[in-house]
């Protein structure tokens, strides 16, 4: 299972950006897609996550400014961002808990991480 993020990039506080996570490869099913963010000497945290269910989460910081979304049909998930801030910035990696075909466990698969700088 393969996860390509984009939508990345630089914006001005107060700005909007728009990322995007396709999930590809032998998937047999998809339980949660969630996006974690890592800011310079920090930790990996959790930013919002899904549920095949359509279930939401987010980290208190980014409530009321973050959605997220998928679209299970395209094996997609998207986090808009929006009245972003400069502690926004890092780099955000998306997540997916799948089953792989031919296999018989869950396990989570990470995308390669798509930059996001906020300028104050």
């Known amino acids: 299972v393969q996860l390509q993020a984009s939508g990345g990039g630089l914006v001005q506080a107060g700005g909007s950006l728009r990322l995007s996570c396709a999930a590809s490869g032998r998937i047999f099913s998809i339980n949660t897609m969630g996006w974690y963010r890592q800011a310079p000497g920090k930790e990996r945290e959790l930013v919002a996550i899904?549920?095949?269910?359509?279930?939401?989460n987010y980290t208190d910081s980014v409530k009321g400014r973050y959605t997220i979304s998928r679209d299970s049909a395209k094996n997609m998930v998207y986090l808009q961002m929006n009245s972003l801030k400069p502690e926004d910035t890092a780099v955000y990696y998306c997540n997916v808990n799948a089953v792989e075909t031919g296999k018989g466990w869950r396990r989570n698969y990470w995308g390669q991480g798509t930059l996001v700088t906020v300028s104050s």
């Open positions: 899904i549920t095949n269910g359509g279930s939401t």
